[in-house]
T-cell receptor, first 113, second 112 residues
């Protein structure tokens, strides 16, 4: 969905490097999410935010941190990347009152060597 | 935690109706049932969502029995472009957001 953009789309980095993945949305949604997907598996929730001052851990937050700089921006950081963080990362947004309907970005493919 | 169980894979032919059933025996009173579609290397796309009985939109129908312990996604007259992975989720944002789990989904293959 072009309303949710992620940068970069692909990134190769080395073990120990700090990496930031960025997500921007023009949908005007208050709620934003970060997921990771490993090959052949479903998505797992890393962090989520329901407004600018709200940050919540998801199922697999260890090794990650996030920043909600504005309603439209939600960044995911890997403070010291490790190879098992190699995955496809998705950002998503949702609207208040929409229950479980989320809109996903195109994804960022991250490889940690 | 309302865990879901779906078939790992299904095959169909173009023009047929496909029904994918999801079991969620531990569904909570306030939980909604939501289905997503995902193509390779793309983000999931919302298909349909419901609480009880039947919900229909331009893409699919969702059948939910009275006990809500299962649900069935129905795709009418599938085409090759419906080949994808389909996920069933149970929960309710924001009350149990971290319990909203995308399992391994059902891989649907549509043949000509």
């Amino acid at each position: 969905d072009a309303d949710v953009t992620q940068t970069p789309r692909n990134r190769i980095t080395k073990t120990g490097k700090r990496i930031m993945l960025e997500c921007s949305q023009t949908k005007g949604h208050d709620r934003m999410y970060w997921y990771r997907q490993d090959p052949g598996l479903g998505l797992r929730l890393i962090y989520y935010s329901f407004d600018v001052k709200d940050i919540n851990k998801g199922e697999i937050s260890d090794g990650y941190s996030v920043s909600r700089q504005a309603q439209a921006k939600f960044s995911l950081s890997l403070e010291s990347a490790i190879p098992n963080q190699t995955a496809l990362y998705f950002c998503a947004t949702s609207e208040f009152g929409s229950y479980n309907e989320q809109f996903f970005g195109p994804g960022t493919r991250l490889t940690v060597l | 935690l309302a865990k879901t169980t779906q078939p790992i894979s299904m095959d169909s032919y173009e023009g047929q109706e496909v029904n994918i059933t999801c079991s969620h025996n531990n569904i909570a009173t306030n939980d909604y049932i939501t289905w997503y579609q995902q193509f390779p290397s793309q983000g999931p796309r919302f298909i349909i969502q419901g609480y009880k009985t039947k919900v229909t939109n331009e893409v699919a129908s969702l059948f939910i029995p009275a006990d809500r312990k299962s649900s069935t996604l129905s795709l009418p007259r599938v085409s090759l472009s419906d080949t994808a992975v389909y996920y069933c989720l149970v929960g309710e944002i924001p009350y149990n957001t971290d319990k909203l789990i995308f399992g391994t989904g059902t891989r649907l293959q549509v043949f000509p």
